[in-house]
């Protein structure tokens, strides 16, 4: 939904919607996106751009993370807002202990530097000053997200983990535990990643469904009696 101080002006809006021509007074005005029918934002990564289209010259602008912007109108301006949403991807993390164990295995997921991909959602006309702006925006990452997993009958701790992430390259390492090997890592065949020792890399893009299954072997025991 597309609204104006709290009145919406266009209803379960889908790309390529909007308001059309709204007249306001001047003074502060409030634009924001809320969820429509059947949908979560909190899918999703939301952006916002606003700018003045009657300006000659770059004029006023505005540009950040979010769903909702107070606007300070003044006479004769022309505000266009335009709302991006980039819906996230669902990392799911499984661990497989073999045999099943009620040993607790540590993961720590991280996203990795890459190119920003706002730079490729903000198409406007002056394109090329809204990519400049869109390299000096703050753009939030998700990283060091570290928990334990394990493989047995306790409901105590779980067995997988889902995670909502924004598009992007991810580290997934499972930390080394004292009398177990890693003896595999399977995120699938028809999806970008590759493994490193104990972590795998993997490339997400937006919407993706993904499962990486760590498994894990005991090590055998030998003792040696001396009589």
Do not use: M, W
């Given at each position: 939904?597309?609204?104006?101080?709290?009145?919406?002006?266009?209803?379960?809006?889908?790309?390529?919607?909007?308001?059309?021509?709204?007249?306001?007074?001047?003074?502060?005005?409030?634009?924001?996106?809320?969820?429509?029918t059947d949908t979560s934002l909190a899918d999703y990564d939301s952006e916002y751009y606003c700018s003045d289209d009657n300006s000659e010259d770059e004029g006023w602008w505005a540009y950040a993370e979010g769903?909702?912007?107070?606007?300070?109108?003044?006479?004769?301006?022309?505000?266009?807002?335009?709302?991006?949403?980039?819906?996230?991807?669902?990392?799911?993390?499984?661990?497989?202990?073999?045999?099943?164990?009620?040993q607790d295995f540590t993961f720590t997921v991280t996203r990795l530097p890459d190119e920003d991909t706002v730079q490729q959602r903000v198409t406007r006309d002056s394109a090329a000053t809204l990519l400049e702006l869109a390299k000096d925006a703050t753009v939030t990452r998700d990283a060091g997200d570290t928990f334990e997993l394990d493989d047995d009958a306790d409901a105590t701790l779980p067995s997988s983990k889902q995670l909502g992430l924004s598009p992007g390259l991810y580290s997934v390492e499972e930390s080394p535990t004292a009398g177990w090997d890693l003896t595999s890592i399977d995120c699938g065949d028809d999806v970008e990643w590759y493994q490193e020792g104990t972590t795998a890399y993997v490339y997400l893009t937006a919407g993706q469904k993904l499962t990486c299954t760590f498994t894990n072997t005991k090590r055998a025991t030998v003792t040696i009696t001396k009589d």
């Open positions: 939904n597309l609204s104006i101080n709290d009145s919406i002006k266009k209803a379960d809006a889908s790309d390529g919607d909007d308001t059309g021509f709204v007249r306001v007074i001047t003074g502060s005005h409030t634009v924001a996106e809320t969820a429509g769903t909702s912007i107070s606007i300070p109108v003044t006479t004769g301006q022309h505000i266009t807002c335009t709302f991006y949403n980039t819906r996230r991807a669902q990392l799911t993390i499984v661990k497989d202990a073999q045999p099943q164990d009620g």
